[in-house]
């Protein structure tokens, strides 16, 4: 079936913008992993859905990042007011929750570039 | 909190040699997850392997294959005839699942060149 999918792969910005970035899940994964990596860094993690609870916000770096999940399924990571060092490469997850290994899928990752 | 550490930024190795790539962590929990992830250029994360803390035995999968110390908290990688497909990075990965919460903590990386 299909893999976990991202859009756009890449996008380019004005400082200040808001921008928006996608990610469609495999389909029945109820967990859902939005990550930031840095040029030549490791991933730093962002925000974390699973199913209905309430997802899990600890990673954001400031008030002007935001993520929803509508319906469970596809999830959307809001900038806004977009700044240079938010410039990077953000991945997203998704995994079977409840199984013991929890293998997390990733999509291929949008490169945001902050001007 | 979990912390997860990997002290080589770089590493080559020729063709057909193996290479092994070090991971260590800390917890203090005594049940929980470690993984390896593989980036290659086109930046696409795949699981390479995955230990259960519970298991004594070392997993293996074809040329991949760890060495999982839990007292030391070591968890190294370890790649038998290296292929130029292997070139990539690499993450170490922990996860403990908490009250349905699955969340992982990642290393920095290693950046792993196969040298024809």
């Known amino acids: 079936g299909a893999g976990v999918s991202q859009s756009p792969s890449n996008k380019v910005t004005e400082k200040g913008k808001d921008v928006e970035l996608r990610c469609d899940p495999i389909?029945?994964?109820?967990?859902l992993y939005w990550y930031r990596q840095s040029l030549g860094q490791g991933l730093e993690f962002l925000i974390y859905f699973q199913g209905n609870s309430a997802p899990d916000k600890s990673g954001l770096p400031s008030d002007r990042f935001s993520a929803e999940r509508t319906g469970g399924s596809v999830s959307t990571l809001t900038i806004q007011r977009t700044q240079q060092e938010d410039s990077a490469v953000y991945l997203c997850?998704?995994?079977?929750?409840?199984?013991?290994?929890?293998?997390?899928?990733f999509g291929p990752g949008t490169r945001l570039t902050v001007l | 909190a979990q912390t997860v550490t990997q002290s080589q930024p770089e590493m080559s190795v020729q063709e057909a040699e193996t290479v092994t790539l070090s991971c260590t962590y800390d917890?203090?929990?005594?049940?929980?997850?470690l993984f390896w992830y593989k980036q290659p250029p086109s930046r696409q994360m795949i699981l390479v392997i995955r230990q259960e803390a519970y298991k004594q035995q070392n997993a293996t999968e074809n040329r991949f294959s760890v060495n999982f110390q839990k007292a030391a908290k070591s968890f190294s990688l370890k790649i038998s005839d290296s292929q130029l497909g292997d070139t990539a990075m690499y993450f170490c990965a922990f996860m403990k699942p908490y009250s349905g919460t699955y969340k992982y903590i990642f290393g920095t990386g290693t950046r792993l060149k196969v040298l024809a």
């Open positions: 997850a998704s995994s079977i929750s409840g199984s013991d290994y929890n293998e997390q899928f």
């Open positions: 389909s029945g994964h109820t967990a």
């Open positions: 917890t203090s929990e005594n049940n929980y997850y």
